[in-house]
């Protein structure tokens, strides 16, 4: 029995990395995303739990469809309090590489385009900040999350590896 039935059917997404050496694990649910710009080219690491993802990979939707479909906010994984599922993928991660995790009111409204030449060209400190008032003014309609982490040498000795970061957010 549900303490609070009018929330039922909500549900929160999810997007976590973890460092460890020369690796990143990300745990994942739902649309919100993580990114990796290396070397100038911006690779989508996670992959959306959403109806209009499973409608462009059975082919019925283009990537251009996909961005303005009116159910684009229909997820198919969340947590929502019962059994979380979730995809749990490892990386190889170097010094030098930049993260984005933001949550879909960014990544819905700005382009692959976009994201890399912010994350290419702006400071960490402000990184974040600047997706989210670019998102703001490209008419998101939902919470506009970022963060951004780079990941740098701890001890170029043992060859460790440390994030350092930069949030922003609105709504």
């Known amino acids: 029995m549900d303490l609070n039935p009018e929330l039922e059917g909500m549900g929160t997404t999810i997007t976590a990395v973890l460092l460890l050496r020369d690796e990143l694990g990300l745990l994942h649910a739902g649309d919100s995303r ?8 911006l690779y989508q690491l996670s992959k959306d739990d959403s109806l209009v993802q ?5 082919g019925r939707l283009s990537v251009e469809e996909a961005r303005a479909h ?15 599922e979730f995809a749990v993928t490892n990386y190889d991660i170097e010094v030098g590489d930049r993260l984005l995790l933001c949550s879909d009111g960014v990544s819905g409204v700005l382009d692959d385009r976009e994201l890399a030449a912010v994350l290419g060209s702006v400071r960490l400190s402000h990184a974040a900040r600047v ?17 951004v982490v780079d ?9 460790q ?3 350092v970061g930069a949030l922003a957010g609105s709504g």
């Open 34 to 41: 993580l990114y990796l710009l290396r070397d100038g080219v």
């Open 54 to 58: 499973a409608m462009v990979e059975k």
């Open 70 to 84: 009116p159910h684009r906010s229909v997820i198919l994984r969340a947590i929502t309090g019962k059994d979380p």
């Open 131 to 147: 997706l989210v008032e670019l998102a703001l003014a490209a008419g998101t309609r939902d919470n506009a999350t970022a963060v």
């Open 151 to 159: 990941v740098v040498a701890e001890d170029a000795a043992c060859q």
């Open 161 to 163: 590896r440390s994030l």
